[in-house]
């Protein structure tokens, strides 16, 4: 089955600066590349995805590329600022019948 | 936001004790997921549902089990609590055309003692 990498596990920023988690897929026929996050006390919530056909999507401050050759994805963050302290966590799946596999979170400290 | 519900939000009860988590859900999906999620991060797939009489079990094994009866419903029931049962359980759905995206619940936490 599936199998998703992601890292680092903790990343600690200061306010403005840009924050880059990375996540590895082993399943060459996965199209769909979420990431979510996880404010504490709640469930995650889906930021930004990306399709298997795109290589960079963008959204104001947040980015994710997608090398497929290389199997792995990677979700960008800039100018960050407190609010996006939370847990993020990256998802790979092939739709259908197949379930959505996580990373194991990686949680984001930005220090004003 | 997402329409998913779980109920209740904290759980505090004692060893061998049944519980029923409920989860639900306004938005017809057809495919709904429980996941286990401890203090360490990582989401554990319990158990899941492509739809109505439909239910499998995860990647992590659970005592716990689950029905389908209802799209909109998918309640969890563990027979008897155990203390290695505290953890926090996140109900999600997710439709079967288009994107995977998975809308998730805020979630229960329960504590076994």
């Known amino acids: 089955g599936e199998n998703v990498e992601q890292h680092p596990s903790t990343l600690s920023v200061q306010e403005g600066d840009s924050a880059v988690i990375k996540c590895t897929y082993s399943?060459?026929?996965?199209?769909?590349f979420p990431w979510y996050k996880q404010e504490l006390g709640k469930g995650p919530q889906l930021i930004i995805d990306i399709r298997s056909n795109v290589g960079e999507k963008k959204d104001q401050r947040i980015a994710v590329t997608l090398n497929k050759t290389a199997k792995h994805f990677s979700l960008h963050i800039t100018e960050t600022q407190p609010e996006d302290s939370a847990v993020y966590f990256c998802?790979?799946?092939?739709?259908?019948?197949?379930?959505?596999?996580f990373g194991t979170g990686t949680k984001l400290q930005v220090i004003p | 936001e997402a329409d998913i519900y779980q109920t209740p939000r904290y759980l505090v009860i004692g060893t061998g004790k049944k519980i029923t988590l409920e989860c639900s859900q306004t938005?017809?999906?057809?495919?709904m997921y429980w996941y286990q999620q401890d203090p360490g991060m990582e989401l554990h797939l319990i158990h899941y549902s492509y739809g109505v009489n439909s239910t499998e079990k995860g990647d992590l094994s659970s005592e716990s089990t689950v029905s389908r009866i209802r799209t909109e419903h998918f309640p969890l029931t563990l027979e008897s609590a155990r203390p290695s049962h505290t953890s926090q359980y996140l109900c999600?759905?997710?439709?079967?055309?288009?994107?995977?995206?998975?809308?998730f619940g805020p979630g229960t936490r329960l504590t076994v003692l």
């Open positions: 998802a790979a799946s092939t739709g259908g019948y197949q379930k959505v596999t």
């Open positions: 399943d060459s026929a996965s199209n769909y």
């Open positions: 999600a759905s997710s439709e079967w055309v288009g994107t995977d995206t998975q809308y």
């Open positions: 938005m017809g999906h057809d495919k």
